[in-house]
């Protein structure tokens, strides 16, 4: 479905949902699950409807994933780095005490 | 341009003009309703949500009982949107705390809500003020600085945008027409009774007209012979992410929707047609909302926006009718979510009625016609 333009530049590994992923220099968080064929990045507060990236420009909050830890962030405008670890938002998130 | 003719023809498609189309529509009236379009300033687009009793009506009991009036029939109000098209505006009426952020907060919390019982006389005025220990039974969440605060049952709050899409959704079902793009130009009375409205979607006649055109109304309303000195005041929001519940009541500066945002809010300022967002605004509105609950700063905020209120001197609503203009009536207030059941169920009664009650004639415009003192 999505297929990479050739590009020299070098791997990116990265971790979602425990396995071991690759992302190009330079990906979002979004364009690297996206080539990697992930479609469902959450799951909704609401309904719990699976949901993925829309917009990919920041706008819609659709493509919110887990970022090392911290909660909805927006995958589409964070720059994937080596080791990071990605999972899915699921549902909404809890506020610390 | 063709020329059509209601019962009733409403200029303003927000919350007041709107929840009255609506009331209109339920009791078998053909009802326009006119809407301008999205350059206008629609302070009915930008609302908090609340559906607020506490604290309002100092100095005009009458407001206290018609707010707290209207938070009641809000249910029926609820029940009736959800029946006719099928899109709830989740109202909850779980009470709603003020929070004090110091004892000098607390003790005038205290004394406003004293005042307003006393005020009430046999109506009663139910009210808790909360020391320390019950504020954080309410609300856990609130951090070091929170000093108490005062609850009432009678508040809760909505889903404004839900609200607002409901009654158009359900007017519209019940038969009346939705026009956007109407602006209103001009009113002039018809030989042998009614008004006729020239818009820019051409003439449109009605046996009555109902102004609720907030910013607009002014200008509307002097055409039917009524001084209308709404202003604009400035108010801005702040939302963040959604999170699972953890605020289990509104409070006045920030509340959390059904579906799980915070919105945080409280500003006031005059900035007269301005309706941008304020970064100094922001800053403050954040402040006061992190000394209340410390646990927000962990959020983002995703979204921000300016609204204009529609503003009157005193702060209470104009309910009023042309002498001028038979068939007539001017309606405006700033408080378009809380009042939406009131609009719907009673305000459109005295448009078929084509008569305000008397218990109502303290809202007339005329009030603000008290020359200066030297």
Not at chain 1, 21 to 46: H, K
Not at chain 1, 59 to 88: F, S, T, W, Y
Not at chain 2, 217 to 232: E, H, I
């Amino acid at each position: 479905m999505f297929r990479r333009l050739p590009d020299p530049a070098g791997r990116i590994p990265f971790d979602f949902e425990g396995e071991p992923f690759e992302a190009r220099a330079g990906d979002s968080v979004a364009a690297a699950l996206l080539a990697n064929r992930v479609l469902t990045f959450r799951t909704t507060p609401v309904s719990g409807a699976p949901r993925g990236p829309w917009c990919l420009i920041g706008n819609c909050h659709e493509c919110l994933v887990e970022i090392d830890g911290e909660p909805n962030r927006q995958a589409c405008m964070v720059e994937v780095r080596a080791g990071m670890r990605v999972r899915r938002q699921r549902g909404a998130r809890v506020v610390p005490d | 341009m063709c020329r059509r003719e209601y019962d009733v023809v409403v200029i303003g498609a927000g919350l007041v003009g709107a929840a009255v189309a609506y009331g209109l529509a339920r009791a078998g009236q053909r009802v326009a309703l006119l809407d301008e379009d999205d350059a206008t300033y629609r302070a009915s687009r930008g609302n908090f949500g609340l559906v607020w009793v506490q604290g309002k009506g100092v100095g005009r009991p009458e407001y206290a009982l018609w707010s707290r009036a209207s938070s009641e029939r809000w249910f029926a109000l609820a029940d009736a949107l959800s029946e006719d098209c099928g899109l709830s505006p989740s109202y909850l009426r779980p009470g709603g705390v003020s929070v004090a952020l110091s004892e000098d907060e607390l003790g005038d919390l205290d004394a406003k809500l004293a005042g307003l019982r006393h005020a009430a006389g046999t109506a009663a005025y139910d009210y808790e003020i909360l020391d320390s220990a019950r504020v954080r039974e309410l609300l856990p969440a609130c951090g070091p600085e929170v000093a108490g605060g005062a609850y009432t049952p009678y508040d809760g709050h909505a889903n404004p945008l839900k609200l607002m899409c409901g009654l158009h959704a359900s007017l519209v079902a019940r038969g009346a027409d939705y026009v956007t793009g109407a602006r209103v130009e001009d009113i002039r009375p018809l030989p042998g009774g009614g008004l006729e409205v020239h818009s820019r979607r051409g003439r449109i006649a009605g046996g009555k007209l109902v102004i609720a055109a907030g910013h607009g109304s002014k200008a509307l309303a002097a055409q039917v012979g009524l001084d209308v000195p709404v202003y604009p005041e400035h108010g801005q929001i702040l939302v963040t992410e959604r999170t699972g519940s953890w605020l289990g009541f509104p409070t006045l500066g920030v509340r959390q929707t059904d579906e799980g945002s915070l919105l945080l809010g409280g500003s006031q300022a005059e900035r007269g047609f301005d309706a941008s967002a304020h970064a100094r605004t922001s800053r403050d509105i954040a402040l006061r909302a992190l000394r209340t609950f410390p646990c927000l700063g962990s959020l983002r905020i995703v979204r921000t926006w300016g609204a204009l209120r529609v503003m009157t001197p005193d702060g209470f609503p104009i309910y009023d009718r042309s002498r001028t203009h038979p068939g007539a009536f001017v309606f405006t207030c700033h408080s378009g979510v809380t009042l939406a059941a009131n609009h719907a169920f009673e305000a459109s009664r005295w448009v078929v009625d084509d008569r305000i009650p008397e218990e109502m004639a303290c809202f007339a415009a005329d009030r603000f016609d008290v020359p200066q003192a030297a």
